[in-house]
């Protein structure tokens, strides 16, 4: 069975300061993977998706950047941090073309000081 | 930008009472998905309704969609306490590579 992992689950960050959010996919290949962003009581802003290796698409032009180095890890980083960049973030994959069921992970709670 | 727009925003019941969530998007799509998301964790699909369906039932769930309307809805029966989540309702119209999520219902079942 396919499962996600994100990590960390929480992770409290000055303003500034860098990112490094991880999210690795077991029991599928090459899965189309989405990193998105809840703000509070809000819905999913898609940040980026990327449908193989070192293809990444960005929705929303931000200080943020996406990576994926092998197949079923793909990886979210800042240089500098903002305060604005608090939240929820969740890491999906889905099958690819066909099957548009995405399944996410836990979540990982950003709140920059 | 987002496509589905949920309403209400939040909604509170009675256990054992049907809930009704509305969604209603501004483009044509390929599907219709909505999703369950409990406080503080991950999304879970619920079901997928395709552009050439009008009704769907999984278990207590049943989703309706109008794409004349430009509109779909979630109706839970029998709701449970367990019930108590946030609902978003979300929309491809890409061909499979990106789904654009509604703000979401909150949904309150009171025991």
């Known amino acids: 069975s396919q499962t996600i992992h994100q990590w960390p689950a929480t992770l409290v960050q000055p303003v500034g300061s860098p990112l490094s959010l991880e999210c690795t996919v077991e029991?599928?290949?090459?899965?189309?993977l989405y990193w998105y962003r809840q703000a509070a009581g809000r819905g999913l802003q898609l940040l980026f998706y990327?449908?193989?290796?070192?293809?990444i698409s960005s929705e929303v032009p931000q200080n943020l950047s996406a990576s994926r180095p092998q197949d079923r890890q793909f990886i979210l980083s800042s240089k500098k941090l903002l305060l604005s960049d608090s939240g929820f973030y969740l890491c999906?994959?889905?099958?690819?073309?066909?099957?548009?069921?995405?399944?996410f992970g836990p979540g990982t709670r950003l709140t920059v000081t | 930008s987002q496509q589905g727009e949920e309403d209400p925003q939040a909604l509170s019941i009675q256990e054992g009472e049907n809930a009704t969530m509305n969604c209603s998007y501004k483009t044509s799509i390929n599907n219709l998905q909505w999703y369950r998301q409990n406080s503080g964790r991950g999304l879970v699909h619920l079901i997928l309704?395709?552009?050439?369906?009008r009704e769907k039932h999984s278990g207590r769930l049943r989703v309706t969609l109008d794409t004349s309307k430009k509109s779909s809805s979630l109706l839970i029966t029998a709701s449970r306490a367990a019930d108590t989540a946030s609902y978003f309702c979300?929309?491809?119209?890409?061909?499979?590579?990106?789904?654009?999520f509604g703000a979401g219902t909150r949904l309150f079942v009171k025991a």
């Open positions: 309704i395709r552009s050439n369906e």
């Open positions: 979300a929309t491809d119209n890409t061909g499979g590579f990106k789904t654009i």
């Open positions: 029991g599928t290949s090459n899965p189309n």
């Open positions: 999906a994959w889905s099958t690819g073309t066909g099957s548009y069921e995405q399944y």
């Open positions: 990327s449908v193989g290796i070192g293809q």
